[in-house]
Nanobody
Framework: VQLQASGGGLVQAGGSLRLSCAAS????????MAWFRQAPGKEREFVAA????????FYDDSVKGRFTISRDNIKNTVYLQMNSLKPEDTATYYC??????????????????WGQGTLVTVSS
């Protein structure tokens, strides 16, 4: 199983980025997908999750209204559209897959597979 995250970069506060995570080696449409992030010196934290069909989405309060998670089950890819970025959004962003149950969990240990991370830096 491989989850390949991309799309990170340097952006000014107020700007936008779109992250992508391409999955292979798994039956993509049977997995809940999520994005987490980890800032230097901090623990990994939940950002957003999306159900298998894309019909349900859940966001951390810190990104609600600014970030949108989506998926394309034909392209086996999950996206994170990030708007109105803030310096506190600076982190390495990781995609994750959970295939045992249909739960939009925020707990990292409940995800089976992880991508390698893509760095997002927001300058003030």
């Amino acid at each position: 199983v491989q989850l390949q995250a991309s799309g990170g970069g340097l952006v000014q506060a107020g700007g936008s980025l779109r992250l992508s995570c391409a999955a292979s080696g798994l039956t993509f449409h049977t997995y809940v997908m999520a994005w987490f992030r980890q800032a230097p010196g901090k623990e990994r934290e939940f950002v957003a999750a999306i159900s298998r069909t894309g019909g349900n989405r859940f966001y951390d309060d810190s990104v609600k209204g600014r970030f949108t998670i989506s998926r394309d089950n034909i392209k086996n890819t999950v996206y994170l559209q990030m708007n109105s970025l803030k310096p506190e959004d600076t982190a390495t962003y990781y995609c994750a897959a959970e295939g045992l149950r249909e739960v939009l969990t925020t707990i990292p240990e409940e995800y089976n597979y992880w991508g390698q991370g893509t760095l997002v830096t927001v300058s003030s």
